[in-house]
């Protein structure tokens, strides 16, 4: 099986900073695509960006030139930092990962936990 860890989050006044990770770990062969998604109370889960596995990245328009997202794959790990935060960037971010398994040929995707990020004004 495969886990998908978040670790990062918490509480930070507007105009603050946070750096999310998640680390994947288990019968992993490869990781294609990651990227991080967040849903807040009442609302869809929404993309807020994506890094494909050769390092081309795509951003959410409500995050473009705040957040960058980033991965080292020797870890298996994907990086969201997060500057000039607001307080509606307040939500549960979730980790996916689209992850070849071994003694499959097939890819599989896989989300992680969640971990809140609370923006006060």
């Known amino acids: 099986q495969v886990q998908l860890v978040e670790s990062g989050g918490g509480l930070v006044q507007a105009g603050g900073s946070l750096k999310l990770s998640c680390a994947a770990s288990g019968n992993i062969i490869s990781i294609n695509a990651m990227g991080w998604y967040r849903q807040a109370p009442g609302k869809q889960r929404e993309l807020v960006a994506s890094i494909t596995s050769g390092g081309s990245t795509n951003y959410a328009d409500p995050v473009k030139g705040r957040f960058t997202i980033s991965r080292d794959n020797n870890k298996n790990t994907v990086y969201l930092q997060m500057n000039s935060l607001k307080p509606e960037d307040t939500a549960v971010y979730y980790c996916?990962?689209?992850?070849?398994?071994?003694?499959?040929?097939?890819?599989?995707?896989?989300w992680g936990q969640g971990t809140q990020v609370t923006v006060s004004s």
């Open positions: 996916n990962a689209d992850v070849w398994r071994l003694g499959t040929l097939t890819m599989y995707n896989y």
